[in-house]
C-alpha cells in the first residue's frame, strides 16, 4: 500500500502540461453603434433584450452608443413583488418630480409666451423631450413586473421617459412577452431584430421581424419578414425604404378611394335623370375593366416605384422619418377633402357633357362613352399630379393605360355583340364624328382637375411641408449640378489642343 501511495504521489506531483486553448471572440458588427444613433435620432425608441448578465450589457450598451457616459442608468434588480412594486414607484415619483421641475422652468424661462408655456404644462402638443434616462433590468424583475397588471403599467410610464431601456438575463419567453407588453399596452408599432434561435419568439410577436443572417443559424431568418446580412443595414431599411413604404401607401389609399368614389359619383348623377331606376350609360364590359384595366397598371407602378425624397437625403437628414411615425401624410381632413374632390370632380364629369348634349339626339350609349372616357382620362390625370418620381416605365404605363382604353373600346365596339340593354356596335365611331366629344374630352379633365393643381401650387409656396421644402432643395442642387457639368463639359471641349 506504501508503494502504491507512493508512486501515486509521484504522479500527481507532476505539473499539468497545456496541449492548447480554444476562445471565442464576441463582439459588434461594423456600424452597429452608428445604425442606433442614427435610429434614435430618428425618433425610433430602441430597446434591447439579452440574455447576457448586467455587467455585460451595460458594457455593451456603452458601446453601442444605447447607453452614453453623461446618461442617468436606473437599474431595478427586485427580490420580491413587493421590492419591485416600491423601485417602480420611486422610481416613477422622481421622474415625475423631475418632469415637474423641467415644466415650472420652461414657464420662467418663457415669459413671453404665456399661453405657449401654459399649454406645455397642460400636456398640449408642446411636450417636454425624453428625461437623459436610461431603464435596465434584469430577468427576475421583468418576471415580477410581467405578472402583475398595475406594474406593468408602471414599467412603461416611466419607460416613456427613457431614452434607452435595456433589459438583461431575459428568456425567449420574457422577450416575446415585452414586446407584446409594448405593442398592445402602447398601441404602437413594433419591429424585433435577432440573429438567432432564441429571437424567433421575439421576432413572431412583433409588428415586423427582422432576422440578421449570422453564425448562429439561419432559425431567426426564416421566421422573420426581413432579412438582411448586417445590422447596419437595418438604418436603410428603415429610414429610407420605411420612409417610401409610407409615402407610397398613404397617398395611394387616398387615390383608390378617389377613384372609386368618383366613378360611382358618376354613375349616381345618373340616377337623378332616370327616376332611381339602377340603369347606367356606361355598358357592363367597361364597369367591370375600369378597375380591372384602365386604372389598375398605374396604380401598381407608383405604389412600387414612387419616391418622395432622394435616398441621400433620408440618411443625412434622418428627421424625415418623423412624418410616417406622426402620420403627416394620411390624416383625417385630407381623406375628407380628398372625397369632396371626388365628388366636385365626378360632377364636372356628368355635367359638363350634360350640358353639351342637351337638347340633342344623343343616345344613353353614346352618352355613356363620353362620360366612360372622360372619367378615365381625369383619374389618370389625377395620378399624375400625384405623382413625385418619374421614370419612363411611369410614362410608358400612365399614357398607355389611356391609350388602351381608347384602343380596346375602339376594337370592342366595331363588334356587333348583340346586347339587349345597351348596344355599343359602332357608337365610338359616331360620336367621335363629332365635335362636342372631342370638345368634352378636352375641356373636363382641366375643369375638373384645375381646383387641386391650384391647391398644390398654393400649398408647395406658400405653406410647405418639411419634405417638399427637402424636394424644392433637391431639384435646385441637380439643376445647379446639372449646369456645373454642362460649364465643364464645355469648357473641356473648347480646352482641347487642335491636332493636325
Not at 410614362?395 to 339587349?420: E, P, R
Not at 373636363?444 to 384645375?450: R, S
Request: charged content about 15%; aromatic content about 10%; some cysteine.
Amino acid at each position: 500500500i506504501s508503494q502504491l501511495l507512493g508512486h501515486h504521489d509521484s504522479h500527481c506531483n507532476v505539473p499539468p502540461w497545456h496541449e492548447g486553448a480554444t476562445g471565442i471572440e464576441d463582439r459588434l458588427q461594423d456600424g452597429v453603434p452608428e445604425t442606433i444613433e442614427g435610429l434614435r435620432i430618428a425618433g425610433v425608441n430602441v430597446w434591447v433584450l439579452t440574455g447576457d448578465k448586467q455587467e455585460t450589457a451595460i458594457s455593451v450598451g456603452h458601446s453601442s452608443k444605447l447607453l452614453s457616459v453623461d446618461m442617468d442608468i436606473m437599474v431595478l434588480n427586485a427580490t420580491s413583488q413587493e421590492s419591485c412594486m416600491e423601485m417602480l414607484m420611486s422610481r416613477r415619483e422622481e421622474i415625475n418630480q423631475q418632469l415637474a421641475s423641467h415644466s415650472r422652468s420652461s414657464v420662467q424661462s418663457s415669459p413671453r409666451h404665456p399661453l405657449l408655456s401654459l399649454h406645455s404644462v397642460l400636456g398640449g402638443s408642446v411636450s417636454a423631450p425624453p428625461l437623459n434616462r436610461a431603464l435596465v433590468l434584469d430577468g427576475l424583475t421583468i418576471e415580477h413586473i410581467l405578472s402583475h397588471k398595475a406594474m406593468r403599467a408602471t414599467l412603461l410610464e416611466i419607460a416613456k421617459h427613457c431614452r434607452s431601456v435595456l433589459c438583461c438575463r431575459v428568456t425567449p419567453l420574457q422577450k416575446a412577452e415585452v414586446v407584446r407588453l409594448v405593442k398592445e399596452d402602447l398601441g404602437v408599432m413594433t419591429l424585433a431584430v435577432g440573429d438567432g434561435a432564441n429571437d424567433v419568439s421575439m421576432i413572431q410577436t412583433a409588428n415586423v421581424g427582422v432576422g440578421v443572417a449570422g453564425r448562429e443559424g439561419n432559425q431567426a431568418v426564416i421566421a422573420s419578414d426581413f432579412s438582411m446580412a448586417r445590422f447596419r443595414f437595418l438604418e436603410r431599411l428603415l429610414l429610407v425604404h420605411g420612409h417610401w413604404c409610407y409615402s407610397r401607401l398613404a397617398n395611394m389609399m387616398l387615390y383608390i378611394f378617389y377613384k372609386n368614389v368618383a366613378f360611382a359619383a358618376v354613375l349616381f348623377w345618373y340616377q337623378l335623370f332616370n327616376g332611381f331606376s339602377a340603369s347606367t350609360p356606361i355598358d357592363g364590359v367597361n364597369l367591370i375593366i375600369f378597375n380591372l384595366i384602365y386604372t389598375s397598371l398605374p396604380i401598381l407602378v407608383v405604389a412600387i416605384a414612387d419616391q418622395d425624397l432622394h435616398a441621400e437625403t433620408l440618411l443625412r437628414d434622418k428627421c424625415y422619418y418623423r412624418q410616417g411615425q406622426q402620420s403627416r401624410v394620411y390624416t383625417r381632413w385630407r381623406f375628407w377633402l380628398t372625397m369632396l374632390d371626388a365628388l366636385y370632380e365626378s360632377a364636372v364629369v356628368f355635367f359638363i357633357a350634360y350640358g353639351v348634349y342637351f337638347n340633342t339626339d344623343v343616345g344613353v350609349a353614346e352618352f355613356g362613352v363620353v362620360i366612360n372616357f372622360s372619367i378615365v382620362i381625369t383619374t389618370s390625370l389625377h395620378l399624375a399630379l400625384e405623382t413625385l418620381h418619374w421614370t419612363w416605365v411611369h410614362h410608358l404605363i400612365l399614357w398607355g393605360s389611356i391609350v388602351l382604353t381608347f384602343t380596346f373600346n375602339m376594337i370592342y365596339m366595331a363588334i356587333d355583340t348583340k346586347q339587349s340593354i345597351i348596344d355599343t356596335y359602332w357608337v365610338l365611331y359616331m360620336a367621335a364624328t363629332n365635335t362636342a366629344y372631342w370638345f368634352v374630352l378636352l375641356i373636363t379633365p382641366i375643369i375638373a382637375l384645375l381646383p387641386r393643381l391650384v391647391a398644390k401650387v398654393i400649398e408647395q409656396e406658400w405653406f410647405p411641408s418639411c419634405v417638399q421644402q427637402a424636394r424644392a432643395l433637391e431639384g435646385r442642387s441637380s439643376r445647379y449640378q446639372g449646369r456645373l457639368l454642362g460649364r465643364a463639359f464645355s469648357q473641356g471641349l473648347c480646352a482641347q489642343p487642335h491636332t493636325a
